[in-house]
């Protein structure tokens, strides 16, 4: 079945840092990403959706500027977290579709960010 | 604006027991509807699924789903726990356009011997 790898599985970083993450749709070609946020023992809240070749669309309340969003290839997005803080400590998980009807969206497995 | 509502944060079942988890959505028109299990430190996995058609929805691992659009309710069901079903169970809405995820805030299951 389709796959989204989310790259790395956990990162730790100093305060004022940026890091990386990597969402990977390995077996299809995916034409929509979402970004979602969790916080232990809550629930799932989307950041933002992007679209292959152009910009990210950001939920209300989400900095995009601090939140730096790529989806420059239908296989690969990234988020960027600029200038890090604690607070910013999360779980970020992505997921992934061909942007028809119906087609299925695949999840990937998370990335958790500590910020120290 | 679309909305979820799962009223039980935590459920406690005995192994063997059925098991209900309940979510109410908020949606001007008629959604997709998820249902997602995570572990601890994990990603999701997709439970089920509510597009259209058969209101009664069959999942993976022995889950169920009605939906009941007079009520705006999408409860999952399962008659028999085993003690790998405690996890972390989350209601999603969809719009069809735009497929954007809303999450309940999630209800946690416990399994006890």
């Known amino acids: 079945g389709a796959v989204v790898s989310q790259h790395p599985s956990w990162v730790i970083c100093k305060s004022g840092t940026s890091v990386k993450i990597e969402c990977r749709s390995l077996?299809?070609?995916?034409?929509?990403m979402f970004w979602y946020r969790q916080f232990p023992k809550q629930s799932l809240m989307l950041m933002a959706t992007?679209?292959?070749?152009?910009?990210?669309?950001?939920e209300q309340g989400v900095e995009k500027d601090k939140f730096l969003i790529n989806h420059a290839s239908l296989t690969l997005s990234t988020l960027t977290v600029t200038s890090a803080h604690p607070e910013d400590s999360s779980f970020y998980i992505c997921?992934?579709?061909?942007?028809?009807?119906?087609?299925?969206?695949?999840f990937g497995n998370g990335t958790r960010l500590t910020v120290t | 604006a679309q909305s979820v509502t799962q009223p039980d944060i935590h459920i406690t079942v005995s192994e063997g027991a059925s098991l209900e988890l309940r979510c109410n959505y908020s949606?001007?028109?008629?959604?997709?509807l998820f249902w997602y299990v995570q572990s601890p430190g994990q990603g999701l996995q997709l439970l089920l699924k509510y597009f259209s058609g058969d209101t009664l929805v069959q999942g993976i691992k022995g889950f169920e789903a009605e939906f009941k659009r007079s009520q705006s309710s999408f409860n999952l069901r399962k008659p028999s726990v085993h003690w790998s079903d405690a996890a972390e169970y989350f209601c999603a809405v969809a719009s069809p356009n735009d497929y954007k995820l809303s999450f309940g805030a999630g209800t946690t299951v416990t399994v006890r011997a």
């Open positions: 949606y001007g028109a008629t959604p997709y």
């Open positions: 992007s679209n292959e070749g152009s910009k990210a669309t950001y």
């Open positions: 077996d299809f070609q995916a034409t929509t």
């Open positions: 997921s992934a579709r061909v942007a028809l009807a119906d087609s299925p969206l695949h």
